[in-house]
């Protein structure tokens, strides 16, 4: 059965005109995708197009250079996601209908690193196994990965595609969860992630599904845990339980706010409380796009030093202040999934959209996920 908003959300929600900080969400300009050129499909021929960015507030100059250019770095994939900068400078994202997990080098050359055995995710899935979702960096440095078909979260322990594997979450309650999509820790060392059906066959209706709710969760003590060893089942946590389809997820540089959001029925961007035990409260809704008609949905998400949060959506990748407010949009010529930081100075914005990978130069580095020391 599908889930449905809390009475608080409702609330929220029907009122997201009024109650939503500062979103200009729907107020775009006629014309601006039709203006960006899509690149040709070869791979490992880079092209560049000129950025026709759709500006809503001036303090999007701070952020987006005046001669900015998008790069298609990589195309001819099946579908991208889960883009992640790793220590050795590269960017590694995830290629969910070839079932692996590529590597992007800085001149621009492509290599799998990671292949994952479709006979061993879930069979009803297909010839579309959808092995790997999203991925972050824990504090030491270890890649943790969403494992969208064998419903679980893991962590290779060095950044060898043979290493060890250990896994973090793969229940709640005694029950398989859905297909986790996206990952973030908190410098404690606790992993959050988001917990939607997508991965499932008929979502909600799957009879392959455990869990009533489409939640997020917290696995305390995430970056402890040992090498091998079996997850503390009993520790996870559910944190939020009343969005139908939470994807995107995302702290605020202080780790105050955790941002989160939902993909469907209703495009909306939700901010929470952290509170000291790292439990959320105070929900609130600083962006409603449920009526913009272009393709894309909220999906990844990252925030920059200053604040400034980036996330996919209708259009292309939503750059919003951290008080909420819609400063603009980046358009990209294909339904944008995810974005991550990367580069030498960790100012370029690289985008997973659809068949290819992008990016772009921007002015504000990004926050580093992995080691606490380097991550403002």
Known sequence: ?????????????????????????????????????????????????????EKLDPALDRIVPANATLIR??????????PVWVPRGALFFVDIQGNTIDELDPDGKTQVFFHADPDKGMASHGPRKLVVNGMTLDPQGRLTVAGYSDRNVWRLETLDPNGQKTILADSYQGKRLNSPNDTVYRSDGSLYFTDP??????????????????????????????????????????VVSDLPRPNGIAFSPDEKYLYVNNSEPNKIWV?????????????????????????????????????????AGPGGVWIFSPDGKHLGTIPVPETVGNVAWGGADYKTLYITATHSVYSVALKIPGIRPGPVTGRR
């Not at 991965?199 to 090498?227: I, N, W, Y």
Request: aromatic share 6%.
């Open 1 to 53: 059965m599908a889930r449905k908003f809390s009475p608080i959300l409702l609330v929220i929600a029907s009122a997201a005109s009024a109650l939503a900080w500062h979103c200009m969400a729907g107020k775009f300009t006629g014309g601006v995708l039709a203006a960006t050129q899509s690149p040709s499909a070869e791979v490992g021929s880079p092209a560049a197009v000129p950025l026709n960015v």
């Open 73 to 82: 770095a990589a195309t001819g994939y099946g579908f991208t996601e889960g």
């Open 197 to 238: 059906p997508y991965g499932l066959p008929g979502a909600d209706k799957s009879p392959e599904k455990e869990l009533q709710v489409d939640g997020v969760f917290r696995v305390p003590g995430a970056a402890a845990q040992k090498p091998g060893s079996e997850p503390d089942r009993a520790r996870i946590q559910l």
């Open 271 to 311: 901010r929470y409380r952290v509170k000291s035990d790292g439990t959320l409260a105070d929900a609130k809704i600083f962006c409603d796009a449920t009526s913009d008609p272009r393709k894309g949905n909220p999906d990844g998400m990252k925030v920059d030093r200053e604040g400034n949060i980036y996330s």
